[in-house]
Nanobody
Framework: QVQLVESGGGLVQPGGSLRLSCVASASAASITFMGWYRQAPGKQRELVAV???????NYADSVKGRFTISRDNARNTVHLQMNSLKEEDTAVYYC???????????????WGQGTQVTVSS
């Protein structure tokens, strides 16, 4: 089982920065992918950034060059550094963890409760 605790959301002006953090507690499971998704009102949830346990990353085109995802495997923590924020970045951001369960076949996705990011002048 994996439980997630998110932090770091808030209100910032365009051009500002925020740093999101997600701490995962894993029991009888091995975490593979960690990432961030976001969902704006009236829109589908979309991938923002993901990092695997080897350090490989993938970003949505809309955030490349502005956002950086990082991972601390020893602490089971993933961060999302968001710079040069735009109003269109406003959304609820969800931490996502994919983990292999030791006592069952396959992997499962776990989701944080979401943290609000609002970019407005």
């Amino acid at each position: 089982q994996v439980q997630l605790v998110e932090s770091g959301g808030g209100l910032v002006q365009p051009g500002g920065s925020l740093r999101l953090s997600c701490v995962a507690s894993a029991s009888a499971a091995s975490i593979t992918f960690m990432g961030w998704y976001r969902q704006a009102p009236g829109k589908q949830r979309e991938l923002v950034a993901v990092i695997d346990n080897g350090g490989s990353t993938n970003y949505a085109d809309s955030v490349k060059g502005r956002f950086t995802i990082s991972r601390d495997n020893a602490r089971n923590t993933v961060h999302l550094q968001m710079n040069s924020l735009k109003e269109e970045d406003t959304a609820v951001y969800y931490c996502n963890v994919r983990a292999y369960r030791f006592f069952s076949s396959g992997s499962l996705d776990y989701w944080g409760q979401g943290t609000q990011v609002t970019v407005s002048s």
